[in-house]
């Protein structure tokens, strides 16, 4: 059983920032990449960054120059620090990994449960 486990999300005001944390558990051999994505009300679920197990990484380009991602391979962790918020940002968060849970196993994404992130004009 893979639990991802999201935290950070909550209000802020135009211009604040925010930090993201999700925390993999459970009975994982290993994770490949993993990734932050947002959906909006009325709109379709869309990837907001990634990151490889190397450290490479992709960023929308809405959200370029102002999120970081990065991540922690030892405690299976992966970050979304948020600056410069705008109210386009406001949605919910979800963190997803690509992961394997045994060897030999198919890797397979796994999501976690969303956090809200509101910005306020």
């Known amino acids: 059983q893979v639990q991802l486990v999201e935290s950070g999300g909550g209000l802020v005001q135009a211009g604040g920032s925010l930090r993201l944390s999700c925390a993999a558990s459970?009975?994982?051999?290993?994770?490949?990449?993993m990734g932050w994505y947002r959906q909006a009300p009325g709109k379709q679920r869309e990837l907001v960054a990634s990151?490889?197990?190397?450290?490479?990484?992709h960023y929308a380009d809405s959200v370029k120059g102002r999120f970081t991602i990065s991540r922690d391979n030892a405690k299976r962790t992966v970050y979304l620090q948020m600056n410069s918020l705008k109210p386009e940002d406001t949605a919910v968060y979800y963190c997803n990994a690509d992961l394997k849970t045994g060897w030999g196993r198919a890797s397979l994404d796994y999501w976690g449960q969303g956090t809200q992130v509101t910005v306020s004009s």
């Open positions: 459970g009975s994982i051999f290993s994770i490949n990449d």
């Open positions: 990151i490889t197990k190397g450290g490479s990484t």
